[in-house]
């Protein structure tokens, strides 16, 4: 049975099963391989792509349950995303295997609040997960995409101490 799904802004007749799970049939059918398979149960985000703005995990989302959403895959975003850019300006991924669910996840935070706190941050990119520790590049790409101020990544530079009184008459 061909269902039709809404896909970086086209309309696409897939064969997939209803029950098919969303990332199968991107990768799989639509030889769409940016999402990528982690877990397979929702736990790390590696296959996060947007539904109406909002990230879902496409591994355990069944096709049956997107409706008329408008999905939006890392190839909508097309490359020249700011969220994209400011990934290359930091230099974030390492392996990279998780990161384009990590972009996924910034553009929905970005979305929904524009100038995010450290908190925001934090709790929308919890279930992200990167086993290379990409952590605090991901943070500061968000910040540079949002035109946020960087915080200090290492303690400022020790000074030394100022010589006592005494000291200085010896
Ligand atoms: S592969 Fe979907 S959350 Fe891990
Ligand atoms: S960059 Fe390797 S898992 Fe995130």
């Known amino acids: 049975m061909a269902a039709t799904l809404q896909i970086n802004g086209k309309a696409v007749q897939v064969k997939a099963a209803p029950e098919t799970p969303l990332l199968w ?5 639509l030889s769409m391989t940016g999402s990528k398979y982690g877990c397979g149960v929702g736990q790390c ?20 349950a997107l ?3 408008k999905i939006t895959t890392i ?6 995303h700011p969220v994209q850019q400011a990934w290359i300006r930091h230099d974030v991924p390492q392996c990279g295997y998780c990161q384009s669910g990590q972009i996924m996840g910034a553009v929905a935070l970005l979305a929904q ?15 992200n997960i990167c086993r290379c520790g990409s952590y605090q590049r991901i943070r500061a790409a968000i910040k540079d995409a949002a035109g946020l ?4 990544s290492s303690p400022p530079p020790l000074q030394a101490p100022s010589a006592p009184a005494s000291a200085a008459k010896i």
């Open 67 to 69: 409706g008329t959403a």
């Open 75 to 80: 190839e909508g975003l097309g490359g020249d």
């Open 113 to 127: 609040k524009p100038k995010p706190t450290d908190d925001d941050i934090s709790s929308a990119m919890d279930g």
């Open 149 to 152: 101020p960087q915080v200090a």
């Open 45 to 64: 985000g590696a296959c996060t792509v947007l539904a109406d703005g909002q990230p879902i995990r496409s591994c355990s989302t069944p096709i049956s």
């Open 25 to 29: 049939v991107l990768r799989d059918e």
